[in-house]
């Protein structure tokens, strides 16, 4: 290979190594705020500071919401009422308190924060990785 093809290509490896480091360094902050946000949000003793035993003993978390929210969760159809639904099945109380289910909704949405700040990260990647690639094929289309 010429030395000015290997140039080229040393200077496109270059820029994409940089804009690759540069995304990863964003991506790797959000991700350690993100962390660190939902940590506190999830930690028992937080919860418990907004989510209180008086509103733990004054909410009843029932098993047609856990249910529903388990259905939810998994992307599920919660699929039809147990026949025993009309004699009050659904509105039993599941045992779990409010604070479990403020620090399980923190600790989801915590994945989901995660999960969404992956995709931007790769939706900024492509378009940036493509469009060195597409500038450095022009150029050596041009030569």
């Known amino acids: 290979m010429p030395s000015s093809a290997r140039s080229r290509v040393a200077a496109y490896s270059k820029e994409l190594d940089e804009k690759i480091a540069e995304a990863n360094a964003k991506t790797a902050a959000l991700e350690m705020k993100l ?4 940590a506190k949000l999830t930690d028992k003793k937080e919860v418990v500071r907004y989510v209180t035993e008086k509103a733990d003993a004054h909410c009843v ?9 388990d259905a939810a969760a998994s992307a599920e159809d919660v699929g039809p009422l147990p026949e025993s639904a009309e004699s009050g099945d659904v509105d039993r109380d599941s045992g ?3 604070s479990t289910v403020a620090a399980t909704a923190a600790e989801n949405y915590g994945k989901f924060h ?4 992956a995709l931007k990260a790769w939706e900024a ?3 940036a990785v493509k469009e060195t ?7 050596e289309a041009i030569r």
């Open 35 to 38: 962390r660190t946000l939902y």
């Open 114 to 117: 995660r999960c969404a700040t």
């Open 125 to 127: 990647w492509y378009p």
């Open 61 to 69: 978390i029932t098993d047609g919401f856990v249910r529903h929210h």
């Open 96 to 98: 779990i308190a409010l």
């Open 133 to 139: 690639y597409e500038k450095h094929l022009t150029e």
